[in-house]
């Protein structure tokens, strides 16, 4: 195309996206009329008539596609086959009046037909129809592809690849399934059959699995089909194994023969496997280097993946000799100089599991003496509530105050400097934090009759503690953490507890009062702490239980909540927001329009599912693009969770509830598709 033309074109993409589709069809017509002539310009205009909501034009634009889809000798050009997929693509999302994807298959097969040699065009093929998740389609191109470029491995895997998707991803009959699912199992185990077998040997550069994406690729197949004894012995052979050269030490190899063994109920062999691991990672550990190779995986052994392994082989095998040697691997990497926190952890699911299901090797007691071991050792981490909350839970209620009043006497010693006078000031009041959040758990969340006196002096020591944190955390900036942030936030959890509690006896007869106050207290902490995401999201759920939804939207933007958090945290606000604030909040200048006003802040929670819908395919397409084969399953799967999201249709709901209310103009960034969402919906 010459310069001008190209100008003349950019004026109508310019129309199309200010979404001005009259004067993007007055430009095209234009041209038309002073007889300039080409099929990109056909195609452009037949685009632009396809993307209005009149039935006539879009009858006229599918016209002249199909005028263009059915030319003698046939469009060969990529834009103008890109274009006129586009415009056929538009009136597909319709409905199937026009039978679009016929006339879209049609249109790319007549034009490799008219250049089979063209690679260019054939992959073109390849790649839009994979972007549209038209797997028969994806499928015939990719296989045509391997065929007259044979010398060309990524074709082969896509290939593979689509044979594998098609039997996966599309409503094909049960026959098509078995069919490409087969052809899928053939084509890679011919892949890994060329590998050689003597890992010195270098690869070959023909179509054997090379990389540890191909290698992936290989299992999905291989468990998709029901050949898991297979895929098990892939894993272990010298070629392909998971200290193979294709693996390159990838530790996900590792976590998948566990997955088999476990699927397969090889107990033994499991064990024996975790043994292993766990044996070449103590050494390691214990020795002074690294080892040679760092990236190997038995330098890697000490993950928790191994250890859950390892008791859930113990637990099938249930043999007293088994359980004892399973008990001192355990020990003995309790007992190192460097002692292992899953180590440590697979002590206390050991005992836990062990005392419920009443096992002669472990009792009540040995999950008591675990615990207080555990807290010993990580009271000044922040992972150790977490770590400790689930066993603590299973504990008998006499043991539950005992592992209390043990924590309390452990913190006592520590203040006082009988443990470890090296201890920093800030690591005793995380020990002291994690006694008060054991305490909320012990006395407040899990006691059936909590009483009002121990849930104030609950507030009160919380309050007492991060009064005494407050000079500590002087030297830090208002945008760091503060050392006692938890408990003030361990604070205001006790009392919205106690504003649940009976008028009778409470300081504040009316629960409002412990609202304040809670509301208060988080509001200090975050002018001390101005990015801590606990804090502010407590004060957003609190601000809505008070009815100050105004506050809530003011407070809520200090989250920076980005794209895909939407789905999972802008509930907290959103929900219901139609029928507690379906206006625009005045006075918030300075807030963010879209933050203070809830149909816009619906409208921009609403953006990321219509921008993944061409985003995630073009991330799909890249990874394929670059080999990474076995990414682009999970691609998939997010895009289906985002389009089947039920965020997705609460908030179309709420805008549309809110247009209503408000009688504002009700539009869907969704598409048509989604403007029938809530249509019926009372308000």
């Given amino acids: 195309m010459s310069s001008v033309a190209d100008r003349r074109n950019q004026q109508i993409w310019d129309a199309i996206?200010?979404?001005?589709?009259?004067?993007?069809?007055?430009?095209?017509?234009?041209?038309?009329?002073?007889?300039?002539?080409?099929?990109?310009?056909?195609?452009?205009?037949?685009?632009?008539?396809?993307?209005?909501?009149?039935?006539?034009?879009?009858?006229?634009?599918?016209?002249?596609?199909?005028?263009?889809?059915?030319?003698?000798?046939?469009?060969?050009?990529?834009?103008?086959?890109?274009?006129?997929?586009?415009?056929?693509?538009?009136?597909?999302?319709?409905?199937?009046?026009?039978?679009?994807?016929?006339?879209?298959?049609?249109?790319?097969?007549?034009?490799?037909?008219?250049?089979?040699?063209?690679?260019p065009l054939a992959r073109e093929w390849f790649l839009r129809t994979f972007q549209d998740r038209d797997w028969r389609n994806a499928q015939k191109a990719a296989m045509s592809l391997q065929k007259i470029y044979s010398k060309k491995r990524e074709y082969y895997f896509w290939a593979v690849l689509s044979c594998y998707l098609l039997c996966r991803w599309?409503?094909?009959?049960?026959?098509?399934?078995?069919?490409?699912?087969?052809?899928?199992?053939?084509?890679?185990?011919?892949?890994?059959?060329?590998?050689?077998?003597?890992?010195?040997?270098?690869?070959?550069?023909?179509?054997?699995?090379?990389?540890?994406?191909?290698?992936?690729?290989?299992?999905?197949?291989?468990?998709?089909?029901?050949h898991k004894v297979e895929a098990l012995a892939i894993l272990d052979s010298n070629n392909l194994g998971v200290l193979s050269t294709a693996a390159k030490g990838d530790w996900s190899f590792v976590r998948q023969k566990l997955d088999l063994l476990e699927e397969l109920e090889i107990w033994e062999r499991e064990w024996d496997f975790c043994k292993i691991l766990l044996d070449r990672a103590s050494s390691t550990s214990?020795?002074?280097?690294?080892?040679?190779?760092?990236?190997?995986?038995?330098?890697?052994?000490?993950?928790?993946?191994?250890?859950?392994?390892?008791?859930?082989?113990?637990?099938?095998?249930?043999?007293?000799?088994?359980?004892?040697?399973?008990?001192?691997?355990?020990?003995?990497?309790?007992?190192?100089?460097?002692?292992?926190?899953?180590?440590?952890?697979?002590?206390?699911?050991?005992?836990?599991?062990?005392?419920?299901?009443?096992?002669?090797?472990?009792?009540?007691?040995?999950?008591f003496s675990a615990c207080r071991s555990h807290f010993e050792a990580f009271s000044t981490k922040t992972c150790c509530f977490d770590?400790?909350?689930?066993?603590?839970?299973?504990?008998?209620?006499?043991?539950?105050?005992?592992?209390?009043?043990?924590?309390?006497?452990?913190?006592?010693?520590?203040?006082?400097?009988?443990?470890?006078?090296?201890?920093?000031?800030?690591?005793?009041?995380?020990?002291?934090?994690?006694?008060?959040?054991?305490?909320?758990?012990?006395?407040?969340?899990?006691?059936?009759?909590?009483?009002?006196?121990?849930?104030?002096?609950?507030?009160?020591?919380?309050?007492?503690?991060?009064?005494?944190?407050?000079?500590?955390?002087?030297?830090?900036?208002?945008?760091d953490t503060q050392y006692g942030d938890d408990s003030g936030i361990l604070a205001a959890m006790g009392l919205i507890r106690l504003a649940n509690f009976p008028s009778e006896g409470k300081c504040c007869s009316h629960p409002g009062g412990y609202l304040l106050q809670a509301a208060a207290l988080l509001e200090f902490l975050l002018s001390r702490s101005r990015h801590n995401f606990q804090a502010i999201l407590l004060l957003v759920r609190l601000y809505g239980v008070l009815g100050a939804c105004s506050l809530a939207m003011e407070t809520y933007p200090r989250l920076s909540i980005k794209q895909i958090q939407n789905d999972t945290l802008a509930h907290n606000i959103f929900s219901r927001i139609s029928t507690l604030h379906p206006h625009q909040v005045v006075g918030l200048d300075h807030v963010e329009k879209g933050d203070r006003d809830p149909s816009l802040g619906l409208l921009k929670a609403l953006m990321v599912y219509g921008k993944s819908a061409t985003q995630i395919p073009d991330l799909a397409k890249m990874a394929l693009e670059k080999g990474s084969v076995d990414q682009v399953e999970g691609f998939l799967e997010f895009a289906d969770r985002l389009r089947d999201s039920i965020c997705r249709v609460m908030w179309t709901v709420e805008r549309r509830r809110i247009s209503r209310l408000t009688r504002t103009k009700f539009s869907s960034p969704e598409g048509p598709d989604f403007d029938h969402i809530g249509a019926d919906t009372p308000s």
């Fill in 17 to 119: 996206e200010n979404d001005n589709l009259k004067q993007a069809l007055q430009l095209c017509t234009k041209r038309l009329k002073k007889g300039e002539k080409g099929d990109y310009l056909l195609a452009l205009k037949a685009h632009v008539l396809t993307l209005s909501i009149s039935r006539a034009q879009n009858d006229e634009g599918f016209a002249d596609a199909q005028a263009l889809a059915s030319k003698e000798p046939p469009v060969t050009d990529v834009e103008v086959l890109r274009l006129l997929q586009l415009a056929l693509s538009n009136l597909e999302a319709r409905g199937d009046r026009y039978n679009a994807k016929e006339y879209i298959t049609k249109l790319w097969e007549r034009a490799i037909k008219t250049k089979p040699g063209d690679e």
């Fill in 170 to 226: 599309t409503d094909a009959t049960e026959p098509e399934r078995k069919l490409f699912g087969a052809l899928a199992y053939r084509m890679i185990s011919k892949a890994a059959s060329d590998v050689p077998d003597d890992p010195k040997i270098l690869l070959s550069p023909g179509r054997a699995i090379q990389t540890p994406h191909e290698l992936h690729l290989l299992l999905s197949i291989y468990r998709q089909q029901g």
């Fill in 286 to 367: 214990s020795s002074d280097g690294i080892g040679e190779n760092p990236t190997a995986p038995d330098t890697k052994g000490d993950d928790w993946r191994v250890w859950q392994g390892l008791l859930a082989a113990a637990r099938k095998i249930n043999s007293e000799e088994n359980q004892k040697s399973t008990v001192d691997r355990i020990q003995s990497f309790v007992n190192q100089s460097l002692p292992s926190r899953n180590a440590r952890l697979a002590l206390l699911d050991y005992f836990a599991v062990g005392s419920s299901a009443g096992q002669s090797v472990s009792g009540p007691s040995d999950l």
């Fill in 387 to 479: 770590d400790m909350r689930c066993y603590v839970e299973s504990l008998e209620l006499s043991q539950r105050k005992d592992y209390l009043e043990h924590c309390r006497q452990f913190a006592e010693k520590m203040l006082a400097g009988k443990i470890s006078e090296k201890e920093p000031r800030a690591a005793s009041f995380a020990a002291l934090i994690n006694i008060l959040k054991f305490e909320y758990l012990i006395d407040l969340s899990l006691n059936s009759e909590p009483t009002l006196t121990k849930a104030e002096d609950f507030v009160v020591s919380c309050i007492s503690i991060y009064r005494s944190s407050l000079p500590l955390s002087l030297p830090l900036e208002p945008t």
